[in-house]
C-alpha cells in the first residue's frame, strides 16, 4: 500500500527566505505525486504534480517540486516566501490502477513571519 | 472555472442524529471521494465511488455510508452521529485516473455535540 510522510508538523520562515517543504513516499513502482495547499477554512488547491518525464516540476504561486527516486523524495521548494503563503501544505501519492485514490500525509502548517 | 460544491460550510448536530452532507460538482466527472480531515491526521478517505451507484469503501468507512443516485452528486452519511465525527468533511472528483489529481470542494465542518 502507497503511503506519505511529511516530517515537519510545523515549519515558521521569514518573508522572503527560501522554502522547502519535506515529503517522503512509499510506493512500489513509480508514483503519482501531489502538492495541496490548503488556506484556513477552504478547500485544497492543487499546487503542482508529478507523474512522468522531467523530475523537476514547476506549480503556481512559484512553487517547485523534484521528484527524486533514490531518496523516495517529492519536496516543495519556492525560492521566496510571501505572507500569502501561509497555509497548510500536504503532499499526496497515487498510484495506477490504485482506483485512482490519493493517500495523503498529515500535512505541513506554514507560518510566516514579517 | 470546475467546481464542487458542498452545501453547508458549517453543521452542529445532536448525538444519534442522521447526517447528509451533499457535494455536487459540475465537471461530468466519473470519480467522487469523501475524506474528513482532523490535525495531525491529515484526509483519510472514508469511501469513494468510481460510476452511479457504485461505491467502494476508503481508509476509514465505518459509521458511514454514501448514496450516488446521479453522476454529479455524492452524498455521504452518517447514520447515528456520534463525537467522534466531529470534523471537517472534504469532498473531491477527478476524471480518469489518479494522475489527474483531484478538485475539492471548500469542506464542511461538522460539530456533533
Known amino acids: 500500500a502507497q503511503s506519505v510522510t511529511q516530517p515537519d508538523i510545523h515549519i515558521t520562515v521569514s518573508e522572503g527566505a527560501s522554502l522547502e517543504l519535506r515529503c517522503n513516499y512509499s510506493?512500489?513502482?513509480?508514483?503519482?505525486l501531489f502538492w495541496y495547499v490548503q488556506s484556513p477554512g477552504q478547500g485544497l488547491q492543487l499546487l503542482l504534480k508529478?507523474?512522468?518525464?522531467?523530475?523537476l516540476v514547476q506549480g503556481i504561486k512559484g512553487f517547485e517540486a523534484e521528484f527524486k527516486r533514490s531518496q523516495s523524495s517529492f519536496n516543495l521548494r519556492k525560492p521566496s516566501v510571501h505572507w500569502s503563503d501561509a497555509a497548510e501544505y500536504f503532499c499526496?501519492?497515487?498510484?495506477?490502477?490504485?482506483?485512482?485514490?490519493?493517500?495523503f500525509g498529515t500535512g505541513t502548517q506554514l507560518k510566516v513571519e514579517l | 472555472d470546475v467546481k464542487v460544491t458542498q452545501s453547508s460550510r458549517y453543521l452542529v448536530k445532536r448525538t444519534g442524529e442522521k447526517v447528509f452532507l451533499e457535494c455536487v460538482q459540475d465537471?461530468?466527472?466519473?470519480?467522487m471521494f469523501w475524506y474528513r480531515q482532523d490535525p495531525g491526521l491529515g484526509l483519510r478517505l472514508i469511501y469513494f465511488?468510481?460510476?452511479?451507484?457504485?461505491?467502494e469503501k476508503g481508509d476509514i468507512p465505518e459509521g458511514y455510508s454514501v448514496s450516488r443516485e446521479k453522476k454529479e452528486r455524492f452524498s455521504l452519511i452518517l447514520e447515528s452521529a456520534s463525537t467522534n465525527q466531529t470534523s471537517m468533511y472534504l469532498c473531491?472528483?477527478?476524471?480518469?485516473?489518479?494522475?489527474?489529481?483531484?478538485?475539492f470542494g471548500s469542506g464542511t465542518r461538522l460539530t456533533v455535540v
Open positions: 499526496a501519492v497515487g498510484a495506477m490502477g490504485g482506483g485512482n485514490k490519493l493517500t
Open positions: 510506493y512500489g513502482a513509480t508514483p503519482y
Open positions: 508529478y507523474f512522468s518525464g522531467d523530475t
Open positions: 465537471m461530468d466527472h466519473e470519480n
Open positions: 465511488s468510481y460510476d452511479v451507484k457504485m461505491k
Open positions: 473531491a472528483s477527478n476524471q480518469g485516473a489518479a494522475n489527474y489529481g483531484y478538485t
